[in-house]
């Protein structure tokens, strides 16, 4: 189970056609994060706290910082 932070969830990217990585929204839905960005069509990956000194703003079920990563 995950849960968002106070502010809700941020530090999210997704990697747009071109290679490129945007900024994205997510949405904590049941077990699992719903990652959009506007104007961005199919994205090729995911991922979350990527960048140097992220903000933590999602947690596990047990209340622990989440882990970044990064799918394919």
């Known amino acids: 189970m995950l849960k ?7 530090s999210f990217e997704l990697q747009a056609a071109d290679g ?6 997510a949405e904590i ?4 994060a719903v990652v ?13 706290g990527w960048r140097g000194f992220p903000e933590v703003t999602l947690y596990t079920g047990d209340g622990l910082p989440a882990s970044p990563f ?3």
């Not at 968002?4 to 941020?10: A, S």
């Not at 490129?20 to 929204?25: D, G, T, Y």
């Open 4 to 10: 968002p932070g106070k502010g809700g969830v941020t």
């Open 20 to 25: 490129q990585w945007r900024p994205a929204a």
């Open 29 to 32: 839905k049941g077990s699992a």
């Open 36 to 48: 959009t960005a506007a104007g961005l069509g199919k994205a090729q990956a995911v991922r979350y």
């Open 70 to 72: 990064r799918s394919k």
